[in-house]
C-alpha cells in the first residue's frame, strides 16, 4: 500500500507539474494537465482509504482550476457579452463553491445540522445557476420568471418524490425527522435551482459555458444528495459520486477555451416547446410511482412533509392550469375580436370580406357585397367564388389557392395577392384587389378581403390618357406618336411614312385674336384633320401649330402624297371661324419615306425637314424629303456654328462699291459690302447673309459693318474727300430692340455726319409689319440720316410707301438695267422709274452698270448717279484712298 500510495503521489507531482507548465502556455488547454493532477491526488488519497476526504479535496482543486479558467477566457470573449458575463460568475460561484467545501471538516465541529459551509455551497451552486443562465442569451419577461420558477419547483417536488419512494424513505426511518429534513434541505434546494437552470441552457442556442455549468449544477446536486444520504446513515460515500464534483468542473475548466474569439457562440439545435412538457411528464412520473407505491403498502403510515410537498405540487399543476386557461380564453378573445375589427375595418373602407374554403366555396360574407356589388350575402353563401369571376382570371385563382393550401402550417398565414375581374349583379365586371390570407380561427379556411377599384381603375387609365394625348385637340401626343412610330417601323419598314403639318400664319391668330381663340382653332383644325386621315392611320398633335401622321403604306408610295394634299386642302379649302371672325390659313407639308433600318428618330426627323423646306418656298405646298434636304439642314447650322465663331475671331472685312455721278463722273458716295474669308475660302455673301439672318447673328454683324464703315468714311471726309455712306438694313435689324441708338452712337463713336449716312431698305421690308418699320425709319429720318430703296421696281407696294415715308433715294433694281439697249419693254420701265424719280425729288440710282451702252442710255435717261463693275468694282479701303487721289473718269 506505501509503495501504491508513493506512486500516486508521484503521478500527482508529475500531473500538477504538467498544469503549471500549460498554465504559462495559453495558446494550450489545460484540460489534460488538470485532469493528470487531480486524478493522481485523488488516486493516492483512495489508495489510503481516504474517500470522503478525496472527494473533498479533488473537488476543491478542480472548481478553483475552473474558477481561474473561467475568470481569465472571459477576458477574451469580449465579442459574446452574454457569454463573458455568464462566465464571470460561474467562476465567481466556483470559488464560493470550493470554498464552502473546504471548510466542511471546520463546519462539521459545530454540531449544527446546516452548518455555514452548506450554506457556501449553496450560495455557489445559486452562482453557477445564475452564470448558466446569462450564458444562455435569453432575455427572461416577468411572465416567464414566474413560468421558470414553477416549473422547476414542479420538477424539483416529482424529482424527490420519486426520490423519496425508491430510497429515501428507507433513509427516513432510520433518521431522525428533524434532522432528515435539515441534511436534505441543501441538496433539494441545489435541485431546485438545477431544475430552474436546465431549460434556459437547452432551449435555444446556448454557449458551450451554459451547457457546462448545468452540467456541474446536475452532477454536484447528485454529488450532495449521496452525501446527505451517506450522513444520515452513516455510511462513506461512494466512489463515484465523490468523483462526479472533480470531474465536472474540470469539463467546465476547459469547455471556455473551445468558445471560438469571434462570431456567434455555436450551440445545438432549438429543442422548441418540448422543454415545456418536462414539467407535465415528471409530475405524471412522481404521480405513478406514488400510486404504485401507496398500492402496494397494506398500511398507509403518510409523512407530513411528503404529503405537503406532494399537495403543492398539485396545487401549483392546478394553478398553471387555470392560468393556462384563462391565457387561452384571453387569446380565443382576441383572435375573435381581431377578426372582428379586421372585418368592420374592411366594410368600413368599403371592402367585402368572405370566408372562403380552398375550392373557393363561400362559408360567410360580410353585408359590405350587397352595397359593393348588389347582392344579398345569403345569395352567395354555400356557392362558389368562381362563378363570379372572369372566366380568364379563374385558372390564375385556383393555383394560386392550391398554392395556398399546400403551404406549411406552422409558419405565418400564407397570403396571396388576386386581382381580378368580378361581375355585379348588374351584369357589369368590376375590375377587384383582393389579399387572402389563412384564417387564424383554426379551421382550414380563407379569410379574402376584396376591394372594388372601378375607380382607381378609371383614375389610372385617365392618366394614361392625359399621359399620352394633347388636352387642345384630343389627339395623341408627341409621346404616343414617337412610340408608335418604332412600334410600326420595327414590323413594316419601308413601308411606312411620316406627314408632317404646319399652319402657315398661325402665329398671327395668336397675336391678333388670343392664344384661347387659337386653341379653339387648334381644335377645328385636328377635326378637319382627323377626317381626311384613314381609321388605322395615327395622326398627333406634334406640338404648336404642327401636327403629324404616321401612314402604313403598303409599299406604295402614293398613298402618303395623296394623303399629304388631302390634309392640305383640309386645311385650306375654306375660312376657319374665330371670335367672330373669319380666318384663312393654309399649310405647309412635309412626307418622308421609312428605308430599312431607318430609326424612328430619322424618319420623323425628315418628315419635319420637308415641311420646314415647304415653308421655306413659301408655304401651302408639299414637299417629299430628299437626301440634300437634310444635308442643306446640316450645312446650314454648320454654317451658322460657323458664322459665331467668324465674328468671334473677326473674320470679316468690309469691301467698298463707288457710286459715280454720272454726268461728272465723280465718286460721290461708297457701298458698304461684308466680305467674309473663311480661313483661305470665300465665302460669296449669297450663301451666309440667309442663315444669318435666319439665326439672328445678322444684327451684331450689321452692327459692326455700320461702326467699322462709319469710321472708315469720316476718316475720308477729314481728308477733305466729300464722300457719303450707304449700308443696307436687314429686317431682323430694323427690328431689333435698340437699332436706333445703335446707328446714332455709330455716328457719335465716328464723327460722321448724319446727312452723309444713307441706310438702304428694300420693298419687301416695308410691306411686312409696315407699321412698325415706318416708324423705325421715321426715327432714323428724325436723326438726319438719308433713305433710300434698294431694288426700286420688283416690290408691289412702291408707290403707296414713298408717299407715306420721306425717302432721299431710290435705286434701280440691276434686272432693269441689264435689259438696257437689248429689251424695249424694261427699257420703257427703267426710263418710267428715273422719271418717276425726278418728278418726286428724289436722287435715282443706277445699279448693275457694267455695259458702255447702258451708261449711255442713262446719262440719257437723266439718271443722277450710278454703281456697277463698269464704273467700279467692290474694292478695300486701300483701292478707295487711291481712287480718289486718281479721280477716276469713266
Not at 372594388?452 to 394625348?469: G, I, K, P
Not at 459690302?673 to 444669318?692: D, H, I, K, M, T
Not at 415706318?774 to 438726319?784: D, K, M, P, W, Y
Amino acid at each position: 500500500m506505501a509503495d501504491g500510495l508513493r506512486r500516486s503521489l508521484s503521478e500527482f507531482e508529475t500531473g500538477w507539474a504538467t498544469t503549471v507548465i500549460r498554465w504559462r502556455d495559453p495558446r494550450a488547454p489545460l484540460t489534460a494537465a488538470a485532469a493528470t493532477g487531480v486524478a493522481g491526488f485523488a488516486a493516492a488519497l483512495l489508495v489510503g482509504g481516504q474517500t470522503s476526504v478525496t472527494g473533498a479535496v479533488a473537488g476543491v482543486l478542480a472548481a478553483l482550476l475552473a474558477a481561474v479558467s473561467l475568470l481569465t477566457t472571459s477576458a477574451r470573449l469580449g465579442d459574446h457579452r452574454a457569454t463573458a458575463t455568464g462566465t464571470r460568475w460561474m467562476g465567481g460561484g466556483a470559488v464560493v463553491w470550493a470554498g464552502g467545501v473546504a471548510l466542511r471538516p471546520v463546519a462539521e465541529n459545530t454540531g449544527l445540522m446546516v452548518s455555514f459551509a452548506d450554506l457556501l455551497v449553496l450560495v455557489g451552486t445559486v452562482l453557477l445557476a445564475g452564470g448558466a443562465l446569462i450564458a444562455s442569451g435569453r432575455s427572461l419577461s416577468g411572465t416567464a420568471v414566474l413560468r421558470l420558477v414553477t416549473d422547476s419547483y414542479l420538477c424539483a417536488v416529482s424529482l424527490f418524490l420519486v426520490g423519496w419512494v425508491v430510497a429515501l424513505r428507507r433513509v427516513y426511518e432510520q433518521a431522525d425527522p428533524a434532522t432528515f429534513t435539515f441534511t436534505m434541505l441543501p441538496p433539494m434546494l441545489a435541485l431546485l435551482v438545477t431544475c430552474a437552470a436546465v431549460p434556459s441552457a437547452v432551449r435555444g442556442r446556448a454557449a458551450p459555458p451554459a451547457a457546462a455549468g448545468v452540467g456541474v449544477l446536475a452532477t454536484t446536486t447528485v454529488a450532495g444528495i449521496a452525501e446527505a444520504v451517506a450522513r444520515l446513515t452513516d455510511a462513506v460515500p461512494p466512489v463515484w459520486s465523490v468523483m462526479l464534483a472533480p470531474m465536472a468542473f474540470l469539463l467546465l475548466a476547459a469547455v471556455p477555451w473551445a468558445v471560438r474569439e469571434s462570431g456567434p457562440p455555436p450551440g445545438g439545435r432549438p429543442v422548441g416547446n418540448l422543454i415545456a412538457l418536462v414539467p407535465l411528464v415528471l409530475v405524471g412520473v412522481a404521480t405513478v410511482t406514488l400510486l404504485v407505491h401507496l398500492a402496494g403498502m397494506r398500511a398507509f403510515q403518510p409523512v407530513t412533509g411528503v404529503v405537503l410537498l406532494a399537495g403543492s405540487a398539485v396545487l401549483l399543476l392546478l394553478f398553471r392550469v387555470f392560468v393556462l386557461s384563462g391565457a387561452n380564453a384571453r387569446l380565443r378573445r382576441l383572435a375573435a375580436l381581431g377578426d372582428r375589427q379586421l372585418r368592420e375595418l374592411a366594410e368600413s373602407t368599403g371592402d367585402v370580406v368572405l370566408l372562403c374554403d380552398y375550392e373557393g366555396i363561400v362559408r360567410e360574407i360580410g353585408a359590405g357585397v350587397e352595397v359593393t356589388y348588389g347582392y344579398r350575402p345569403d345569395e352567395l353563401v354555400g356557392g362558389t367564388i368562381f362563378e363570379y369571376i372572369h372566366p380568364e382570371d379563374v385558372p390564375g385563382i385556383q393555383a394560386a389557392l392550391r398554392a395556398m393550401g399546400f403551404e406549411d402550417d406552422g409558419g405565418s398565414p400564407g397570403a396571396c395577392m388576386i386581382a381580378c375581374r368580378v361581375r355585379a349583379a348588374d351584369g357589369t365586371w368590376r375590375p377587384t384587389e383582393s389579399v387572402a390570407t389563412r384564417h387564424v380561427g383554426g379551421e382550414d379556411l380563407l379569410l379574402v378581403t376584396t376591394r372594388d377599384v372601378s375607380d382607381e381603375e378609371a383614375l389610372r387609365n385617365q392618366v394614361a390618357h392625359l399621359t399620352f394625348h394633347d388636352g387642345v385637340t384630343g389627339l395623341p401626343n408627341r409621346a404616343y406618336f414617337e412610340e408608335r412610330t418604332r412600334e410600326v417601323l420595327s414590323g413594316r419598314a419601308g413601308h411606312v411614312a411620316v406627314i408632317f403639318l404646319d399652319l402657315d400664319g398661325f402665329t398671327s391668330v395668336n397675336d391678333s385674336v388670343g392664344h384661347a381663340s387659337g386653341d379653339y382653332l387648334l381644335g377645328q383644325a385636328a377635326r378637319r384633320l382627323r377626317g381626311a386621315v384613314r381609321a388605322d392611320d395615327t395622326l398627333a398633335r406634334w406640338g404648336g401649330d404642327e401636327f403629324a401622321v404616321l401612314v402604313e403604306t403598303g409599299g406604295e408610295a402614293q398613298i402618303a402624297v395623296d394623303m399629304a394634299e388631302r390634309l392640305l386642302r383640309a386645311v385650306s379649302q375654306e375660312p376657319f371661324r374665330v371670335a367672330d371672325r373669319d380666318v384663312a390659313l393654309t399649310a405647309s407639308v412635309g412626307v418622308a419615306f421609312a428605308e430599312d433600318e431607318m430609326p424612328a428618330g430619322d424618319l420623323i426627323r425628315n418628315a419635319d425637314v420637308a415641311m420646314a423646306r415647304a415653308k421655306e418656298l413659301g408655304g401651302r405646298r408639299v414637299e417629299v424629303f430628299a437626301a440634300q434636304m437634310h444635308a442643306d439642314v446640316v450645312r446650314r447650322l454648320e454654317l451658322a456654328a460657323d458664322l459665331q465663331r467668324a465674328l468671334i475671331e473677326q473674320q470679316f472685312a468690309i469691301e467698298y462699291q463707288p457710286v459715280v455721278d454720272l454726268a461728272t463722273s465723280r465718286v460721290t458716295a461708297v457701298e458698304a459690302l461684308v466680305r467674309w474669308w473663311r480661313g483661305s475660302v470665300f465665302v460669296p455673301p449669297e450663301q451666309f447673309l440667309g442663315p444669318a439672318e435666319d439665326t439672328g447673328l445678322i444684327v451684331p454683324l450689321s452692327e459692326w459693318i455700320l461702326r467699322e464703315a462709319c469710321r472708315e468714311v469720316a476718316a475720308w471726309r477729314a481728308s477733305s474727300w466729300d464722300i457719303g455712306l450707304s449700308v443696307n438694313l436687314s429686317a431682323r435689324q430694323i427690328t431689333a430692340p435698340r437699332f436706333v441708338e445703335t446707328v446714332e452712337e455709330a455716328l457719335s463713336e465716328s464723327g460722321l455726319p448724319a446727312s452723309a449716312l444713307t441706310l438702304e431698305v428694300i420693298e419687301e421690308m416695308l410691306v411686312e409689319d409696315a407699321e412698325e418699320t415706318i416708324r423705325r425709319l421715321s426715327e432714323l429720318r428724325a436723326l438726319g440720316v438719308r433713305l433710300a430703296i434698294d431694288d426700286f421696281g420688283t416690290g408691289y407696294a412702291s408707290l403707296a410707301f414713298l408717299r407715306q415715308l420721306p425717302v432721299d433715294m431710290i435705286k434701280i433694281d440691276p434686272s432693269f438695267v441689264s435689259g438696257l439697249g437689248r429689251d424695249d419693254t424694261l427699257t420703257l420701265l427703267t426710263r418710267t422709274i428715273v422719271r418717276l424719280g425726278h418728278d418726286l425729288g428724289l436722287i435715282v440710282v443706277a445699279e448693275g452698270i457694267e455695259r458702255p451702252e447702258q451708261l449711255e442710255l442713262l446719262r440719257e435717261m437723266g439718271c443722277t448717279r450710278g454703281q456697277g463693275f463698269l464704273v467700279a468694282r467692290p474694292m478695300a479701303a486701300r483701292g478707295v484712298d487711291s481712287l480718289m487721289r486718281t479721280s477716276l473718269t469713266v
